[in-house]
């Protein structure tokens, strides 16, 4: 992790963010997609042909696959891996696994990043895992909105730490952040998931950030599996991850990956209620209409 920057950050013009928010619409779609089709016995190489299937026939571009070699569309990983899991035809998912979905799209050269954890089955079987999985979104929701003009970067990561510590015991893993993103999926400045606020670059107008905790429900140790790629804990404990691609705007935070524009999200924030994630995305266009008021947050589009 470097605060210091090589090179300074990417600023968007409004024409820009409006191709990265097409981006952010095929990577959301694609996500939920996925998602959708989760159930006992599919496959996570499954998961991946739908989430691919579904950038392709946007006329978009799975932006993972061939980076540094990564062979896939989406990262899969279940249970007590974190990230980066490689979707595979023997990883068949069963009823009680905890899977996060991690997916990025290119539209014309800009980026869109999102990741979701979902359980395998009905909700309310296992309330250790729900609780993790609500503690990880709603530290997300709550850095997203501190993606606002004049903050500090750290404010963001001081406001996950806070809303994650704030729902409970929960490890926050350190080893890898968030970042920029525009032109190229991972860009300065990274975002990390904990730290002191009013730290780092000030946060300008036509910024672009993934935000992306890692919670898990134990020690936050990792390593890395002989793959080269599977992030796992340590301790074998499961880990939820979440994950948006934000602008800063005039206007607020603009959830580029959120199919509403992060209103709903940030409306179940200020109610107190927690984001009930990708089965609420799934229903967006039912839900967002009441809970969206404000619209785009100014971006019609
Ligand atoms: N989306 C991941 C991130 O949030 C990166 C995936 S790594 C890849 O940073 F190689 F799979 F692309
Ligand atoms: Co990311």
């Known amino acids: 992790m470097r605060l210091r920057r090589d090179e300074p950050i990417e600023l968007k013009t409004p024409a820009q963010l409006a191709i990265m928010r097409e ?16 159930q006992p016995g599919i496959s996570t190489a499954e998961l991946d042909a739908i989430a691919e299937r579904e950038i392709r026939a946007a ?3 799975p932006s993972f696959k061939g980076y540094y070699g990564y062979p896939a569309t989406i990262c899969a990983s279940v249970n007590e891996q974190v990230v980066h899991g490689i979707p595979s035809s023997s990883q068949v998912l069963r009823h009680g696994d905890l899977v996060s979905i991690d997916c990025g799209a290119i539209v014309n050269g800009w980026h869109g990043d999102s990741a979701v954890t979902v ?11 729900d609780a993790l999985v609500a503690a990880c979104e709603r530290a997300l929701w ?63 107008e036509g910024m672009a950030l993934a935000v ?20 796992v ?11 948006h691609t934000v602008a800063v705007t005039a206007d607020g935070p603009w959830v580029l990956t959120a199919q509403d524009g992060g209103a709903s999200g940030f409306a179940s924030l200020r109610a107190g209620v927690l ?24 971006h019609g589009l």
Not at 213 to 220: A, C, E, K, N, R
Not at 233 to 243: L, Q
């Open 23 to 38: 981006a952010g619409l095929v990577t959301a779609a694609a996500l939920q997609a996925a998602v959708a089709a989760v």
């Open 59 to 61: 006329g978009a571009v």
């Open 119 to 129: 359980r395998v089955g009905p909700a309310g079987e296992d309330a250790e895992a």
């Open 142 to 204: 709550h850095g997203l909105a501190e993606a606002v003009p004049g903050r500090r970067l750290t404010d963001i990561s001081h406001a996950v730490q806070q809303a994650a510590q704030a729902a409970g015991r929960y490890g926050i893993v350190r080893e890898y952040t968030g970042h920029g993103i525009g032109t190229r999926m991972h860009m300065d400045p990274a975002v990390p998931n904990f730290g002191r606020p009013g730290r780092g670059p000030v946060l300008a």
């Open 212 to 231: 992306e905790p890692m919670l898990v429900l134990g020690s936050p140790r990792t390593r890395v599996l002989e793959d080269d790629w599977t992030v």
């Open 233 to 243: 804990t340590t301790d074998g404990s499961r880990a939820a991850h979440f994950e």
């Open 275 to 298: 984001p009930s994630g990708a089965r609420a995305s799934a229903r967006v266009s039912a839900s967002a209409a009441g809970a969206n008021a404000g619209g785009e947050l100014g």
